[in-house]
């Protein structure tokens, strides 16, 4: 199964693909958007980021990046991608959630909004059984916007880098919401309507 394009009330998620690593520069080139995640990346290590993205396409059916745009605009990225590490669990079954979105596309609900469809997208379309999403834990914006898409805190555990970041420390936190409990809480939702 290719990936999908997906929609939501304001944004158009597409596959990622070649026509966007222009748009990929400029989100990895802003120190705030790579606060947590290291620093600011030069054109050659996007370049290299954006194969390894493209890549991920590969690995499991219907799963990877996509691009999100808001009136035509490109306003960041999402992906649902298998899982890397032997501490994150199998692959079978289950995809990491995550979002990187341009700085002025902060604080108007679209990182939730895109994720929203992404586990709707994992969970109904691709038959997953568990979506989860790592951050630091210092990344308070990242685990609010986690926590308000229905994951739920699973654990913080400590990685091994090179160049720490500051509240490094403090570990990282995995976040995870399974299919039984999505579908739970969609009917619960419908109970209420």
Known sequence: ??????????????????????????????PEVMRYLGPARTRAEVESA?????????RVPGLGFW???????????????????????????QAELGYRLLRRYWRRGLASEGAR???????????LTRIF?????????SRATMASVGLRYVRTFHLD???PLPGTELGEVEYALTREDWLAGRSKGADRD
């Open 1 to 30: 199964m290719p990936q999908a394009t997906l929609h939501t009330a304001r944004i158009r998620l597409v596959p990622l693909a070649d026509e966007h690593l222009e748009h990929e520069v400029e989100l990895d080139a802003d």
């Open 50 to 58: 954006h194969h390894l993205r493209l890549a991920a396409a590969q």
């Open 67 to 93: 691009a999100g745009f808001v009136d035509g605009d490109f306003v960041g990225w999402w992906i649902l991608e298998p899982p890397e590490r032997a501490d994150q669990g199998p692959v079978a079954g």
């Open 117 to 127: 469809e992404l586990i709707r997208h994992g969970f109904e379309d691709l038959g």
């Open 133 to 141: 999403a790592e951050t630091m834990a210092v990344n308070e914006a």
């Open 161 to 163: 880098f090179g160049h």
